[in-house]
């Protein structure tokens, strides 16, 4: 498996759980990056993590949701007290470094639904 | 100014026909366009993209032409076939930072 790889591939929670939701990034990218799409909506950026910086969080849509990068592996996206707006497909992405060309390479995604 | 505008929502071509994708961005910062293709239950896919110090760029049947006075761009399938249907994105990165700013999409359906 080359790919971004990301799991669980489908979540449903209940309305006020936490959910943790994981990315494991092509091996040797040093840039990640998570995404959230809505129903027949486009990508809306959430955080991004390179290398051993700080993560720029400005996407973050409240305190409830936080992501973890553990050096230049593994990330995970958590959302506390989950919404039934929280309802969405959760797309990861890794990349060589976030600079000129190189492409962002994206995993299928996580499906939460919030009951 | 961080949005990038993409048109139509969604569009019917016949198999053979050349559908064109709208894109309009107002951040002068952006400098990097990829266009990405979107299959149902999986991610994007990057299809093509370009600087914008390049007019137009072909790859295969896939061509994106470039207005920078205008900062609008668009992407043109070629000899559209059954297998295009798919949703396409437009996105627009300013490279000083990661991230990508993507379009609403455009739902594409090529009729056999």
């Known amino acids: 498996g080359a790919g971004v790889s990301q799991s669980p591939s489908n979540k449903v929670t209940e309305k006020g759980k936490d959910v943790e939701l994981r990315c494991d990034p092509i091996s040797g990218h040093t840039a990640l990056y998570w995404y959230r799409q809505r129903l027949g909506q486009g990508l809306e950026f959430l955080i991004y993590f390179q290398g051993n910086s700080a993560p720029d969080k400005s996407g973050l849509p409240s305190d409830r949701f936080s992501a973890e990068r553990t050096g230049e592996s593994v990330s995970t996206l958590t959302i506390q007290r989950t919404q039934q707006e929280d309802s969405a497909v959760y797309l990861c992405a890794s990349s060589l470094e976030p600079g000129i060309n190189q492409p962002q390479h994206f995993g299928d995604g996580t499906r939460l639904s919030i009951l | 100014q961080q949005q990038v505008k993409q048109s139509p929502q969604s569009l019917i071509v016949q198999k053979g026909g050349i559908p064109i994708i709208n894109c309009a961005y107002e951040?002068?910062?952006?400098?990097?366009f990829p266009w990405y293709q979107q299959f149902p239950g999986k991610g994007p896919a990057l299809l093509i993209a370009i600087r914008p110090d390049v007019s137009e760029k072909k790859e295969g049947r896939f061509t994106i032409s470039f207005n920078k006075s205008a900062k609008q761009f668009s992407l043109h399938i070629m000899d559209s076939q059954p297998g295009d249907s798919a949703t396409y994105f437009c996105a627009a990165k300013d490279t000083s930072y990661g991230k990508l700013t993507f379009g609403q999409g455009t739902i594409l359906t090529v009729h056999p």
């Open positions: 951040n002068t910062a952006f400098d990097y």
